[in-house]
């Protein structure tokens, strides 16, 4: 998957929490989920099974631990995709 | 340093399914799994749980200055329903929390012996950015400081500014739902 793919893919999974529509709209790598897009913390939690439901893998709670830009998790989703 | 966090029942009820597959097994430990299994209210030990690990951790990031996201490596024990700590690697929370059915309202510090101020208030349904600006407004008011303003640094935790000097006074900020607090030492 190329990396505007990733971000689509992304970028569908965290609408539904997102509480901050200009940031979603300038959504790009470096968007901070709790600090740009004003998820909520327990909202992180609906990301992170929704995006291991979407690419179908499993995100360890170390992983997770970094989880808290568009960045960190399309490094993270890339990772578990690559030895799937 | 001090932390607080305030879950607003309702909106939790609206915002978040706790009961999907594996949304307790990515926060809580297996003990605190057990806690919410045996309690009369789950949905409110959810909330507590989740409450007290948020207050610990808003003091855990102004200690270490580094953020993460690992609600489970933050384990909380009850002393009573309202009193408890939480523990994370070598560090030691002791948190104090209020709960009713509409909310509830946790604050961690450091030192359990240190003394603090905390108002909690029912705010009118804003929208996010101007529930924080009126919770600002508030506790700004409360502090009764004349030309401060706040300013979140580069890991998200609020200081307090005169003209373009920092202050150091410890402090924190929540808001959720129809709900607002903050605490200081």
């Known amino acids: 998957m190329n990396k505007e793919e990733l971000i689509t893919k992304l970028k569908t999974i965290v609408q539904p929490y997102i509480q901050d529509e200009e940031a979603f709209a300038n959504l790009s790598e470096e968007t901070d989920f709790i600090n740009d897009l004003k998820i909520n913390s327990a909202n992180l939690v609906d990301v992170i099974l929704d995006v291991e ?3 179908d893998i499993r995100i360890e709670n170390d992983d997770m631990e970094k989880m808290t830009s568009v960045k960190a998790a399309m490094d993270i989703v ?3 995709l690559a030895v799937k | 340093m001090i932390g607080n966090d305030i879950v607003d029942l ?6 978040s399914n706790w009961k999907r597959p594996r949304f307790l097994d ?7 799994q057990q806690l919410i299994a045996d309690a009369k209210n789950q949905h409110q030990m959810v909330w ?3 409450s007290m690990k948020e207050a610990a951790y808003k ?3 102004q200690q270490f200055g580094k ?4 609600p489970k490596r933050l384990e909380c024990e009850f002393v009573s329903l309202e009193k408890g700590q939480v523990v994370i690697d070598f560090e030691t929370y002791f948190t104090s929390s209020e709960i009713s059915k509409d909310y509830v309202y946790t604050v961690a510090v450091l030192n359990p012996k240190q003394s603090y101020k905390s108002e909690w208030f029912r705010d009118k349904k804003l929208e996010i950015s101007k ?9 700004l008011k409360a502090l009764n400081l004349d030309l401060t303003t706040i300013i979140k640094n580069n890991v998200g935790v609020p200081k307090l500014y005169c003209n373009t000097k920092v202050l150091n006074t410890s402090f924190s900020l929540t808001h959720h739902g129809a709900f607002s607090g903050y605490t200081m030492l």
């Not at chain 2, 990515?26 to 605190?32: Q, S």
């Not at chain 2, 953020?67 to 690992?70: H, K, Q, T, W, Y």
Request: hydrophobic share 40%; proline share 0%; net charge negative.
């Open chain 1, 78 to 80: 890339n990772e578990k």
């Open chain 2, 67 to 70: 953020r993460f996201f690992n």
């Open chain 2, 59 to 61: 003091v855990n990031v």
């Open chain 2, 26 to 32: 990515k926060v809580f430990t297996v003990e605190e």
């Open chain 2, 10 to 15: 309702k909106q939790a009820a609206k915002d």
């Open chain 2, 131 to 139: 529930q924080s600006d009126h919770l600002q407004n508030r506790f």
């Open chain 1, 53 to 55: 439901d979407e690419f």
């Open chain 2, 48 to 50: 507590l749980l989740w």
